[in-house]
């Protein structure tokens, strides 16, 4: 998925005209491919369906609600309908079906050798308030007991183009999360040593995302 560029697709209704015409942005995935490929059609409905790399479709909902059908980050939702945000609706279909915690990136030479190890190390993340690195954490806080506060992160996304700007994310109380200097990322922070670790790494670069090694 990573660097993709956007594909936009018509999907006609079998039921031909006259029917709902309805916006559709979709990250690509085995539960998704159907839709995207024109195998899938809704009786009655006209579908022009994006396919995005999600953390650009994620923003791109948060911020403009670009999409009258979108799949969204989890997290970044609940944060937004907690904080008042009553444009969205959510629907329990999950397409993307992940252990995030398989996705954490350690440095061979940083010294980790179990997940009890991150207990004061410098983890990056692209986005502290993201689904994959909030599941990570919470398996690192409930299995291994390694809190939160624990760790020193540095994450990637800036304030402008980001899901936290989007929500209005501030950081817990207690936690300590630095901005990765705009210079610079997440790749080139762990390849100079100066992050320990990374809950989800998404290399190729995108719209959000900065790291391309």
């Known amino acids: 998925m990573s660097g993709m560029g956007p594909e936009t697709v018509k999907r006609g209704s079998r039921a031909g ?16 491919r159907p839709v995207l490929d024109g ?33 969204m980050s989890m997290s970044s939702m609940l944060m937004a309908i907690a904080g008042g945000d009553d444009r969205f609706i959510g629907i329990p279909v999950f397409s993307t079906h992940y252990f995030f ?21 410098r983890i990056g993340v692209p986005e502290y308030q993201q689904t994959a690195a909030l599941w990570s954490r919470g398996v690192l806080e409930h299995e291994f007991g390694v809190a939160p506060k624990d760790m020193e992160f540095w994450m990637e996304r800036t ?3 980001s899901h936290g700007g989007s929500t209005g994310f501030e950081p817990p109380e207690g936690v300590t999360v630095n901005r ?17 670790a990374t809950l989800l790494y998404l290399p190729g670069g995108n719209l959000v995302d ?3 090694a």
């Open 17 to 32: 005209g006259g029917g709902l015409s309805l916006s559709v942005g979709l990250t690509p995935n085995l539960r998704t």
């Open 39 to 71: 195998m899938f059609h809704a009786d009655g409905i006209d579908m022009t369906c994006l396919e995005l790399h999600p953390s650009e479709l994620f923003w791109r909902q948060l911020k403009f609600a670009e999409f009258d059908i979108a799949e």
């Open 101 to 121: 915690q398989n996705w954490i990136l350690v440095r061979k030479d940083s010294g980790i050798k179990k997940p009890e190890d991150f207990a004061g190390r």
């Open 159 to 161: 304030p402008d183009i």
């Open 180 to 196: 990765i200097p705009a210079e610079t990322n997440m790749g080139e922070m762990l390849l100079a040593g100066e992050l320990d």
């Open 210 to 212: 900065r790291s391309t």
